[in-house]
């Protein structure tokens, strides 16, 4: 291996190091007490180093978001490649809903750099990035399918995306009662999905 090759390898994996901290971090106290001279601290480089790969705080978001779509995408598929073959297109949409929702409850600080925060990423535009893309492309595989004729299939799964993220949002934030959780995932399918 060249010196070239071992400096590149080891450059990206402090690269990882600082997204892994920066990432454990907000889960742990919320994406306020992320900042460089903590994520120094904690990774035991200089704050300098870590300027080096991120330019702050933003791009270190946009970096944890590009890693956080791609386990979503990952997440719905698996969902909606293991429901029942029986429960046809409606239990596949059952299942993304509730793969959606369950990654938003488990990695809630990933989910706000995906979603809420300004990791400077580029949104529903030609310079998205890809992780970006796929994790929409992922919902679209099983929500197009269930779109209705003469229905954009883009627009029904950012409507059905839309419902889904105001499900977690609120849910997280103690806006809709726990209780009926499974019951508002019912009612979402059931109106939206005309199979």
């Known amino acids: 291996m060249s010196v070239q090759e071992r400096k590149e390898r080891e450059r990206a994996a402090r690269e990882r190091l600082i997204v892994a901290t920066a990432r454990e971090l907000a889960e742990e106290q919320g994406w306020d007490a992320v900042t460089t001279r903590r994520l120094a601290e904690r990774i035991e480089y200089s704050q ?4 080096s790969h991120f330019r702050g705080k933003r791009e270190i978001i946009g970096a944890v978001a590009l890693e956080g779509a791609a386990e979503l995408a ?13 429960d046809g297109p409606r239990g596949r949409v059952a299942a993304l809903a509730h793969a959606y929702l369950d990654f938003a409850a488990r990695h809630p600080a990933v989910y706000d750099a995906l979603f809420q925060l300004d990791g400077g990423l580029a949104y529903a535009r030609e310079d998205t990035p890809a992780p970006l893309k ?3 492309a992922s919902l679209l595989e099983t929500l197009a399918e269930v779109a209705g004729d003469g229905v954009d299939p883009g627009a029904f799964t950012e409507t059905f995306w839309a419902a889904l993220h105001g499900l977690a949002t609120l849910t997280r934030a103690g806006r809709l009662p726990p209780e ?3 019951s508002r995932v019912e009612l979402l ?3 939206l999905v005309r199979v």
């Open 74 to 86: 990952a997440a719905v598929r698996s969902a909606t490649s293991a429901a029942p073959t029986a």
């Open 134 to 136: 796929d994790a929409f």
């Open 189 to 191: 399918v059931d109106r």
């Open 180 to 182: 009926y959780a499974a």
């Open 48 to 51: 300098p180093v870590l300027y």
